[in-house]
């Protein structure tokens, strides 16, 4: 009778969490969607020229592994053509051009991995606590993850959908002990981004290592090889693909990151420079709650067990596990990307932000559910006394918890930058309606609005061949010398700006200075626009 009476329990908790998962996804739209990333609209122009039919390139002819979320690319331009299709079958006539709607598509799919981490975090939840506390301590999660600001300053980005599927892979593996799919579920975030190669050696690692803890048994044999199947199936099939159409199998991104620090605007990619934005994004006394409740876990689990048993529940005890392999790849990460000395951008924390959240809330379910268990009194103390600690950090928080949640409900994210080029948009089109070339330092919006008629030349090596190379050997003329673009537009100064060389007069007369408030923010002037007059 009482499992029968919880059942309709079970299911109205559900539908109430998820339908509060529902209306925070439609404030967090409603927030971001005049939002966006110049970074992000690279994506959406590669998604966009597929989706016009000239393949996954960002400029025709020229096939450049220009962007590090191709897998992502690909997703767009499928859905933006399926939403493009309905909507001309609904309408009689597309309302819109064509895959205009992707960077809307993209906000979505934002919005959607957010709501799948949460909800895996609510899943995990159930496991291991009663419905109601799994309920309360997982809304607790949602009002806090939707409106984090390291949850909506990439939004549209494949940040977020890259992080969803990792969790969802981890989970599939630990929690459902379905390891083909876990690796197939992998092998697709490695489309996404591919970091996820980090995160695949770190649980082939641990499938390996239970191998070899449970005697070489057939099972755990058997687990690893179907995890190397499913990844292998998407993987290998991937890589050929890029391998085939790009001629490498990695983005060349990499490079372009590495020749940035050399123009004089950005850091290196320092692990102090990366946890101090992680610290400043979250705030202080919110990492405090987190690093309280992911080491007192920690402490309760060593504590409570001999050492060998301790260690042993990192393989056996799947909130450990997840949760450790998390963290791994998290801090892998950072120093990975510290090592290569790339350029360092605010969102390359993010990752690590929400792997702190996540991880934060695996281990308060940590210390909640063995309370009521027959344990030693002292360890038990040791749990009530670090979740009141923990509870004293959320109260002294809660202000700040409850404005975050009213700013996403109330206000709108803009980002002045995405229509900082519009009237220089509206110039270039105006006077070369049949295309033209353009060399600039921010790609991404100004390739997506001039649409695939125009030829873009970054100055900064992210879309196009060979510049970040030269930029590295010194050779900083190079995009000019090799590509001849009939427009150059100058916006940002630094250590080389186009306009300063003794060669340019010769070659390129002013069009104007065209003003936007981004600029005047930013750098006291507006962006000048120059014609070659050859």
């Avoid at 079970?10 to 539908?15: A, E, G, P, V, Y």
């Avoid at 104007?512 to 050859?534: C, I």
Wanted: positive net charge.
């Amino acid at each position: 009778m009482v499992a029968n009476n919880l059942i309709p329990v079970s299911r109205l908790l559900d539908s109430i969490f998820y339908l509060i998962i529902a209306i925070l996804m439609y404030f967090y739209l409603r927030y971001n969607l005049a939002y966006g990333l110049d970074d992000s609209y690279i994506t959406y122009r590669y998604a966009q020229n597929l989706n016009f039919g000239i393949g996954l390139v960002f400029n025709e002819g020229e096939r450049y592994f220009g962007s590090t979320a191709m897998g992502m690319a690909i997703l767009l331009a499928m859905l933006s053509w399926l939403v493009d299709a309905i909507a001309a079958l609904w309408l009689g006539a597309l309302p819109w051009p064509v895959g205009a709607q992707i960077p809307v598509i993209a906000h979505w799919i934002s919005a959607l991995a957010i709501a799948m981490i949460v909800i895996l975090a609510y899943r995990i939840a159930i496991k291991h606590l009663s419905i109601y506390w799994a309920g309360l301590v997982s809304t607790i999660f949602a009002l806090y993850l939707f409106p984090a600001d390291y949850m909506n300053a990439a939004s549209g980005h494949e940040t977020y959908l890259f992080l969803a599927f990792l969790s969802l892979s981890a989970y599939v593996l630990i929690y459902k002990e379905s390891a083909f799919w876990s690796g197939f579920i992998l092998g697709i975030t490695t489309t996404f981004r591919p970091d996820a190669l980090l995160y695949a050696v770190i649980l082939m690692g641990w499938l390996a290592l239970r191998w070899v803890r449970s005697g070489l048994a057939y099972a755990d044999q058997q687990k690893l090889i179907k995890f190397l199947v499913g990844y292998g199936v998407v993987s290998i099939i991937w890589f050929g693909f890029c391998a085939s159409y790009f001629g490498r199998i990695f983005p060349e991104t990499l490079t372009a990151k590495r020749a940035q620090p050399f123009l004089g605007h950005w850091l290196n990619f320092e692990l102090k420079v990366a946890l101090g934005e992680a610290v400043r994004r979250i705030r202080p006394l919110v990492v405090s709650l987190m690093l309280v409740l992911i080491f007192g876990a920690l402490i309760v689990r060593i504590a409570s067990q001999k050492t060998s048993q301790a260690w042993a529940s990192f393989f056996n005890n799947p909130l450990a596990a997840f949760s450790s392999s998390l963290l791994l790849f998290g801090l892998g990460q950072l120093v990975f990307y510290s090592l290569l000395k790339v350029s360092f951008w605010f969102w390359y924390a993010f990752p690590f932000c929400i792997i702190l959240a996540l991880t934060g809330f695996l281990s308060a379910i940590d210390l909640i559910h063995e309370v009521k268990r027959n344990e030693p009194r002292k360890i038990k103390r040791l749990r009530i006394m670090l979740l009141g600690v923990a509870g004293c950090l959320f109260l002294v928080n809660l202000n700040f918890f409850r404005y975050s949640v009213y700013q996403i409900m109330i206000g709108n994210s803009t980002n002045l930058q995405l229509t900082s080029y519009d009237s220089i948009i509206e110039y270039i089109k105006l006077q070369e309606p049949k295309g033209t070339s353009i060399a600039t330092a921010e790609p991404g919006v100004l390739g997506f609005k001039l649409g695939p008629r125009y030829r873009i030349i970054d100055e900064l090596g992210l879309v196009s061949p060979g510049v970040a190379k030269n930029i590295i050997t010194g050779n900083l003329d190079f995009p000019f010398e090799a590509y001849k673009p009939e427009y150059v537009i100058v916006s940002w100064a630094g250590k080389y700006s186009p306009h300063e060389r003794l060669w340019f007069p010769n070659l390129y007369e002013l069009i104007g200075e065209f003003k936007h408030p981004y600029w005047d923010l930013h750098v006291k002037r507006g962006a000048y626009l120059y014609k070659n007059k050859v």
